[in-house]
């Protein structure tokens, strides 16, 4: 059951590079210019924005198993929509349908993941889950591109149109039915506002926004750096940036494990003062191998400070409300993913790179230290389960 989670996560992260290498076949296919192709694009993001809240109540309401088969279901059915699909009307259609699968599935997932880990080891089977999210931004643009060249444009899709349906039929063949649900205990507003004002629920929410901002920071400024600085190839900078996920995906359990054992305020800390470091490092290397060193150290400060935000919001919500609680992870994710390039974007304009990398650093050094006066003042450091 948990492979078959973890399977959907893979897909569901793979979906969001898939399309970029195909991107100028998709020009060519349906003469779109760069404004239609940047909205195709975004289309996939909307329905995460606007449903990942009903889908996280969905998921505690109505159970793991039907959210998670119809959002395999749902990719599937997304996914071979764009293999035939000749206009970008059609594209994009199949895109917000891959969008709200990948949606559901992965609030599924997340929460299917939580629910049977062994006592004392949540962290470490949710870092193995997130693990597979790094896999799957890896493999996602390397699975879009190669097949497509070897196969033809539909060839990618129709792989993952076969996988998600494979996949559902496995949850339909080994999740056992869940029976009646205990009814939540407050509506979904007052739930998230009590969860994320409880201590580990606003340093987590903290986190999350923090984390992925930081993300949308350096996925715009650092590749527009590193050509004009260094004069880097496409190929030289996404293998840069593949560096920092390799990093990130075998750190994710054992942050996890790091947190079940001693608590979770040791990943937090040494998460965010590991990004800050990274990022100012950014701001001053010198060459491709200070660039990589910067960006590996990046990779794992993003996998530390995220083996701590995740069981702490996990826990926060508790078990009953745990799929709203993945709901609001997405959701934070997202926002937080839209707001780091506008602010990156600002600063670039406004100042340089480097303003940009040092104005990052420092509002994550401040998380840091933030974090260590709250872990400091603390009277519940032990461990979390």
């Known amino acids: 059951m948990v492979a078959a989670a973890i399977g959907a996560v893979t897909i569901d992260t ?17 003469g779109a210019g760069d404004a239609a192709l940047g909205i195709s694009l975004a289309v996939y993001a909307a329905p995460v924005v606007l449903f990942s809240l009903p889908l996280g109540r969905a998921a505690d309401e109505i159970g793991r198993r039907p959210l998670l088969i119809a959002g395999l279901l749902l990719t599937a059915g997304g996914s071979a929509l764009i293999a035939v699909s000749d206009s970008l009307a059609v594209l994009m259609a199949g895109r917000a349908v891959q969008g709200v699968g990948a949606a559901a599935s ?8 939580s629910d ?24 996602g643009p390397a699975l879009g591109g190669v097949t497509a060249d070897l196969l033809g444009f539909a060839a990618p899709f129709l792989i993952v149109c076969a996988t998600s349906t494979a996949l559902a039929a496995a949850v339909t063949a080994v999740f056992p039915h869940e029976g009646e649900r205990e009814p939540a205990g407050s509506p979904a507003l007052r739930t998230i506002v009590r ?28 590749p527009l750096d ?30 996890g494990r790091w947190g079940d054992r001693r608590g979770r305020q040791g990943p937090a800390v040494t998460g965010l003062a590991t990004l800050a470091i990274s990022v100012a490092l950014l701001a001053a290397f010198a060459g491709t191998l200070g660039a990589a060193i910067a960006l590996a150290l990046f990779g794992a400060g993003f996998s530390l400070s995220f083996a701590a935000a995740v069981p702490w919001l996990d826990e926060a919500f508790g078990a ?19 707001i780091g390039p506008l602010f990156g974007g600002v600063v670039l304009e406004l100042g ?31 461990p979390s389960s």
């Open 352 to 382: 340089s790179a480097d303003a940009a990398y040092l104005l990052t650093a420092g509002v994550l050094a401040v998380g840091a230290a933030a974090v260590l006066a709250w872990a400091r003042a603390s009277t519940t450091t032990a």
């Open 106 to 113: 992965w609030i599924a997932a997340l929460a299917v993941v």
């Open 195 to 222: 969860a994320t004002r409880s201590g580990i629920g606003a340093i987590a929410t903290a986190i999350t926004l923090a984390g992925a901002g930081v993300l949308g920071v350096v996925e715009l400024v650092a």
């Open 116 to 139: 049977l880990a062994p006592p004392g080891k949540r962290g470490e089977a949710l870092g193995v889950a997130f693990a597979a999210n790094s896999i799957g931004s890896i493999a």
């Open 14 to 30: 793979a979906l969001l590079g898939l399309i970029a290498p195909l991107l100028p076949e998709i020009e060519e296919r349906t």
């Open 320 to 338: 009953v409300e745990r799929g709203l609680g993945y709901g609001l992870l997405n959701l934070l994710y997202a926002a937080g993913y839209a």
């Open 226 to 255: 590193l050509d004009s600085r260094l004069g880097l190839s496409s190929s030289a900078i996404g293998l840069l940036f593949a560096l920092s996920i390799a990093v990130d995906a075998p750190l994710a359990p054992i942050g």
